[in-house]
Each structure stands twice: as C-alpha cells, then as structure tokens.
C-alpha cells in the first residue's frame, strides 16, 4: 500500500510570522493522523523558522528548488546540503513555473520569462539525482500546457519528462522518489482536472516507470497537482492510481489540514 502525501506548495507567498501561525494550527489539527502524510513546501528564507515550528509533529518540511553542487561560487543557488541542514526531507524539482521549453520562440516578456528559469528536462534531471546525494526525496514534476493538451500529445510529453527526469536512477531511488502530475492549464485557474482523466495519465506515467524501472513502479507515489481543495480532495483520491496531491492556493489556510485528513480517510 503506497501512503498517501499532501505536500503544499506556497510558491512565493508567506511572511515568517504568517508560515509559523499556518503550521503551528495544522501541528495541532494533524496530531495523531495517520494513513496519509502531510508536507510543506515554503519558501528558502522560510525554511528554517518553519522547521523550527514543525519540530515535534507529524508534518515534514519540503524546499521549492534546489542547485546541484554542493557549494561554491553560484550567486543565488541553495544546495542540497543547505536544505539537509535546516531539516528538509522533500524538495520539488522541475515544477511547471520554472521549465523551460525546448523550442518554444518567445513572443512576448512572459514567454522570455518562462525560458529564464530554464529547468529543462536536463536539469531537472540534474536536480533529482542531486537531492538523492543529500539525502532529500524529490517530488518532481511533470505535466502538460493547454495547448500541447489540445494537440492530443499530453502522454508524448508526459512520458518524455519522465524518461529524461529519471535517467540514471537506481530502481530503489525511483521507489522511493515521488512524481506529480500538474497539467498546466489545471495550476492556479480553478480548472481541476476531471479526476478519471487524472488518474489515466497517472497510469501512463506509472507505466512508463515501469518499462524503466520494473517493481519500483508499484511503490513511487504519484500526486496529482492542479486547483486541488477541500472540495474536490475526495473525488481526486478516490482514483486508484493517485497517490495524493501537491497543492498550491489551498495549502495557504487552515483548511489545508481537511485535505490530508481526507487522504487519510481514503
Ligand atoms: P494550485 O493548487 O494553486 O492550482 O497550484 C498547484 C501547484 O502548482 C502546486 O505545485
């Protein structure tokens, strides 16, 4: 059986006053929940009040990015070894707003921007089996754009994030890694993803890990990311294949603590 993680993602958001008060109420609402993991991702400067909030209960610490060498000469980087320092256990690699896109050719400011962050699919690579060396489990991300979606490709793309996301990993590290699914279009619009949908391409991903990585197939986790809520948490993991949620917005309140206890309850 392959327990359950809701892990929030704050993306840019949150004062460390702010961070603290969220988690010292989700402490008390989670003690004693088990069946499903709860986990937070704040920002880097976040890091080490929340861990310091965190001790003592059932909520692990996850960081939003991470560089791969170790030290050195890298002006804005934070490492592995940084992030195993201040108590980290998860680190999201490769989440959609900071992909690149080969071959995409900007056209507008967005666009340039989207490509200045540039975590391809090489560097994410990079990224994942960096984190195994400090000791952190990736939560690595894949999914499709609307428009790849709307060409009929959402498992070309899907499997081809996999396949190079994953290169070079032993079947233990793949076993114990865990992999979300966020369709782009579904991140941050209210449009979630129809849950049997969902859990389809989930499949897909679970058998492309399986052509890769044999057994480890049956033990990854594998999330679905994209407008999850309160609302909506029941429906997405009473799909089989779905392993969770990686949440934004709805990770920002209290009520982020009904998402894990539903999980719990599956
Ligand atoms: P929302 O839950 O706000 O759609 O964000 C999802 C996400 O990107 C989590 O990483």
């Known amino acids: 059986m392959r327990t359950p993680l809701i892990a929030g993602n704050w993306k840019m958001n949150m004062t460390i006053a702010d961070g603290v008060a969220l988690v010292d109420g989700l402490k008390s609402q989670l003690a ?3 069946g499903a993991e709860a986990a937070v991702c704040p ?3 976040l890091l080490k009040p929340i861990a310091d909030a965190l001790a003592g209960g059932n909520i692990k610490l996850g960081a939003q990015d991470m ?3 170790a030290k050195g000469a890298f002006t804005g980087q934070i490492s592995g070894a940084m992030l195993q320092d201040v108590c980290c256990s998860y680190v999201i690699i490769g989440h959609s707003e900071r992909r690149g896109r080969f071959g995409v050719v900007p056209e507008s400011w967005e666009d340039e921007l989207l490509l200045t ?11 994942v ?10 939560i690595m991300c894949c999914g499709e754009t609307i428009d790849e979606r709307e060409r009929g490709v959402t498992d070309d793309v899907v499997s081809s994030q996999i396949r190079l996301g994953l290169r070079n990993l032993t079947p233990a590290q793949v076993a114990s890694m865990v992999i979300a699914y966020e369709p782009v279009w579904a991140i941050g619009t209210g449009k979630v993803c129809d849950p049997a949908e969902g859990n389809r391409v989930i499949g897909t991903i679970r058998n492309e890990v399986r ?12 999330q679905y990311g994209g407008s999850a ?7 997405i993991m009473a799909q ?10 709805a990770a920002l309140k209290p009520s982020f603590a009904d998402m894990v206890k539903a999980a719990a309850a599956r």
Do not use: C, H, Q, S
């Not at 962050?117 to 990224?127: A, I, P, W, Y």
């Open 32 to 34: 004693g929940v088990d």
């Open 117 to 127: 962050f540039g975590d391809n699919d090489v560097v994410v690579n990079r990224k």
């Open 240 to 249: 089989p294949e779905i392993d969770g949620a990686l949440v934004g917005g």
């Open 229 to 235: 809520t309160p609302e909506n948490i029941a429906d």
């Open 67 to 69: 560089f791969w060498e």
């Open 211 to 222: 052509t890769m990585f044999g057994d480890a197939a049956e033990a990854i986790r594998i």
């Open 43 to 45: 920002p880097f400067v």
């Open 129 to 138: 089996l960096a984190a195994f060396t400090y000791g952190l489990t990736p």
